[in-house]
């Protein structure tokens, strides 16, 4: 007998919001249970579907889309991206500071095996979305994690970044708006972790991908337009805004100091051309995509499905004795708080398991996205509110018992 191990390099690397509670999830389904699942945000299984046009643009594409492309992407979708980031304002990007992947997760795995040596060091969020401290972790990085304060509106903590700085730091994250929380950062604090980055020869990595999914009037602000003397990395694709998540679509923008990262843009180029090119009939979604009717509008403005469902899900999260909720300014999820001293909550993910299996409700344990107290949660509030209100109510009913004693 003798075993097959997985790669040391895997040790420390985590992505629990597919881990081990999503797997009693299908579990439960398997012997015939009906679970809710608050678990992901993946829009279209929730009755979120793309715009017709894109889909269509897809099928009518498909016949052209037989051999490899570009390792970069199609010219035509890089030119729609770079005319897309020259409206907003960066004037000086080329079709050639743009690469296309099979979603953001590959550029973000590309980005961070492209620059890291064992040792250095990012600067990411805590709460962040685990891929990014993941895919750090699986470079030979180190993700140093800085607090983003719930009392401040969830804003990262400067002088949490500022003292969290070491030589071996090359690079800071910021997700804009942010998954988990929802928080969307103003120009005035952009500008501020601009000016650290600055001082202390940082990459921004900015993860904008739910940039067009905002409530209330918020303005995002690409991060890539505020600054040409850094390097700017910006992540964003059609997954959230444009609902198509399967279809693996999005890109990665270098903007600023570019003249300074020859080396690592050599790096990123070898990554792209090993992979040969990324999925080319959803590459052609980006032009149409891009350029189309921005259908998420009527999902984000008053009257629209995401709008009501937040408004709901949030309101009911914050009767619930005991939890409380900072309502998000953008993206899809809610990070509600769980009193400590009401449930005695020392190991999140067995309260993930325990109300996975009393109620057949899907969350994901705060401490999956790299949250270091087990006192949060996050679920998605893409169900109809008929469905959001049944959960929530189950959530309620749950913790009318719970304690872990
Ligand atoms: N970045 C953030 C903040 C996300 O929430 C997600 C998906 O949930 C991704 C990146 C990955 O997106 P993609 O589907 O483009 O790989």
Sequence with gaps: ????????????????????????????????????????????????????????????????????????????????????????????????????????SELIMMSMQALLNNGDEILVPSPDYPLWTAAITLSGGKATHYICDEESDWYPDLDDIKAKIT???????????????????????????????RENK???????????????GVEHVPMCTLAQDILIVTFNGLSKAYRIAGFRSGWLVLSGATHLAKDYIAGLEMLASMRLCSNVPMQHAIQTALGGYQSINELILPGGRLLEQRDLAWKMLNDIPGITCVKPKGAMYLFPKIDMEMYNIKD???????????????????TGFNWGRPDHFRVVFLPRVEELTIAINKLANFLKTYRQD
Excluded: W
Excluded at 174 to 184: C, D, E, F, K, S
Excluded at 202 to 216: C, N, V
């Design 167 to 197: 030589p071996n730091t090359k690079g800071i994250v910021l997700i804009n708006p942010n998954n988990p929380t929802g928080a969307v950062y103003s120009k005035e604090f952009l500008l501020e972790v601009i000016e650290v980055a």
């Design 1 to 104: 007998m003798y075993s097959i191990e997985k790669s040391h390099k895997l040790d420390n690397v985590c992505y629990d919001i597919r881990g081990p509670v999503l797997k009693e999830a299908n579990r439960l389904e398997e012997e015939g249970h009906r679970v809710i699942k608050l678990n992901i945000g993946n829009p279209a299984p929730f009755g979120f579907e793309a715009p017709e046009e894109i889909v269509k643009d897809v099928i009518h594409n498909l016949p052209l889309s037989q051999g490899y492309c570009d390792s970069k992407g199609l010219y035509s979708a890089r030119k729609a991206v770079m005319q897309h980031y020259q409206q907003k304002g960066l004037l000086d990007v080329s079709i050639d500071d743009i690469y296309l992947g099979n979603g953001v």
């Design 202 to 216: 940082l990459i921004i990595f900015a993860d904008e991908i739910y940039d067009k999914i905002l409530y209330d």
């Design 348 to 366: 999140d993910q067995k309260f993930a398991l325990d109300l996975l299996q009393q109620e057949k409700l899907l969350i994901v344990q705060g």
